[in-house]
């Protein structure tokens, strides 16, 4: 099997905005994990939970994946019925659309579906998500804050706990396109232990068995590695201060890259290789 289609679990995690029309090398991607699996669309974040369904309904089956379900949770209630986790049984893969990261937390943290989720995950099944369904992925999630400017030592950065499907990273995603690097940077220097890891639009990471990570698509990663820096002025200065922190590593990857999580180390490749395994069986 080639570097891509492992049967080993795996998170897709996307930066939003993935092709749709092209290639598709991304939503390729779930689809080949997939397999002749069971694909579950979930549109909890989304205000448009229909649109987005029928949108990647069709894309899915394009694609070759032909079992596509729906996951459409509007209440807590509904995240606890037996009705919304018999729509997981059996699957092997979860979908979750973009929207509003708080609504996927606060209807499915600590209900059954969540659960199961999980175990799907844990049993060697693909968790993917895209835009807010990337946020959530991570123990702890970016909520808010400001993204173009220095981060600020009383800033809005807002923070809340996600799914917790992969510990150790926090995820920012239209990373490049909206200027999100200066909140990236508040989150890792408050929290040297996370890697802060952000993906631009049409680029994700899928990570295998939370040990390592592969670049796809059109943009790049940025990763910010706070585990060895010398100073922050979080606590030395007032709120209104820019934030200061030294020695935090930066490392830019794109397609095909590799990042281990483990020894926190890139490592190049080659981008068409991707392009191979992904496109070369059409």
């Not at 448009?48 to 032909?66: A, C, D, N, Q």
């Not at 973009?98 to 943290?109: M, P």
């Not at 993917?128 to 992925?137: E, N, R, W």
């Not at 600020?152 to 992969?166: K, S, T, Y």
Request: hydrophobic share 40%.
């Amino acid at each position: 099997m080639t570097e891509l289609r492992r049967s080993d679990r795996a998170l897709i995690i996307i930066g939003g905005h993935e092709d749709k029309e092209g290639d598709k090398l991304i939503l390729r991607a779930v689809a080949e994990r997939v397999g002749s699996g069971k694909l579950v669309v979930a549109t909890v974040a989304s205000e448009m939970p229909e649109t987005l369904w029928e949108e990647y309904e069709h894309i899915f089956r394009s694609l070759g994946v032909k079992h596509v379900y729906k996951l459409s949770v509007a209440t807590r209630e509904e995240a606890m019925s037996d009705g919304s986790l018999r729509v997981l049984d059996d699957a092997t893969g979860v979908f979750f659309t973009g929207g509003d990261q708080v609504k996927i937390t606060s209807q499915l943290g600590c209900s059954k579906v969540c659960e199961r989720i999980q175990e799907i995950y844990e049993s060697g099944g693909t968790i993917a998500g895209t835009s807010a369904g990337a946020s959530v992925m991570s123990e702890t999630m970016m909520v808010a804050g400001t993204g173009s400017e220095t981060h600020r030592i009383g800033g809005a950065l807002r923070l809340a706990p996600g799914l917790g499907l992969i510990r150790g990273i926090i995820v920012d995603q239209h990373f490049a396109e909206r200027g999100r690097i200066g909140r990236l940077l508040g989150a890792v220097a408050q929290n040297p232990r996370i890697l802060g890891i952000g993906i631009d639009e049409n680029t994700a990471v899928i990570v295998e068995r939370d040990r390592k990570f592969t670049v796809v698509g059109e943009g790049g990663v940025c990763i910010l590695d706070a585990g060895s820096s010398t100073y922050t002025n979080l606590t030395d200065e007032e709120t209104d201060r820019a934030l200061s922190a030294f020695d935090i590593k930066l490392h830019m990857l794109s397609q095909g890259d590799i990042f281990d999580c483990q020894t926190r180390r890139p490592k190049a490749r080659a981008a068409e290789v991707v392009e191979e395994e992904l496109l070369g069986s059409r």
